[in-house]
């Protein structure tokens, strides 16, 4: 199964329902075929402030402009070198 979305990260995005709007930033994926999409604000006029994310479903979503940013290449292995902690558990 291929996991398909209608916006990318990076892509500005407006809430039809409240007006928010911001930068996707992340992508979830549900078993019952949801996908909801996490976005970011930019920061308030005074650039003091970093409002929270919000999640919302795909479908109250309308698409503002594409990629606003340039997604960075993910670090390898992801989280960075931490040698020091216990790996997971096998099941």
Same mark, same amino acid.
């Given at each position: +199964?291929?996991?398909?979305?209608?916006?990318?990260? &990076? !892509? /500005?995005?407006? !809430?039809?329902?409240?007006?928010?709007?911001?930068?996707?930033?992340?992508?979830?994926?549900? +078993?019952? &075929?949801?996908?909801?999409?996490?976005?970011?604000?930019?920061?308030?006029?005074? /650039?003091?402030?970093?409002? !929270?994310?919000? +999640?919302?479903?795909?479908?109250? *979503?309308?698409?503002?402009?594409? /990629?606003?940013?340039?997604?960075?290449?993910?670090? !390898?292995?992801? &989280?960075?070198?931490?040698?020091? *902690?216990?790996? *997971?558990?096998?099941?």
């Amino acid at each position: +199964m291929e996991l398909e979305s209608k916006f990318e990260f &990076g !892509d /500005k995005v407006r !809430d039809t329902v409240t007006n928010f709007e911001g930068t996707v930033t992340a992508i979830a994926f549900y +078993m019952n &075929g949801c996908v909801r999409y996490q976005v970011q604000p930019a920061l308030t006029k005074d /650039k003091t402030q970093h409002p !929270d994310s919000v +999640m919302f479903d795909e479908q109250q *979503l309308e698409l503002v402009k594409v /990629k606003q940013v340039k997604i960075i290449k993910p670090i !390898d292995p992801p &989280g960075g070198d931490r040698p020091d *902690l216990p790996g *997971l558990p096998q099941l």
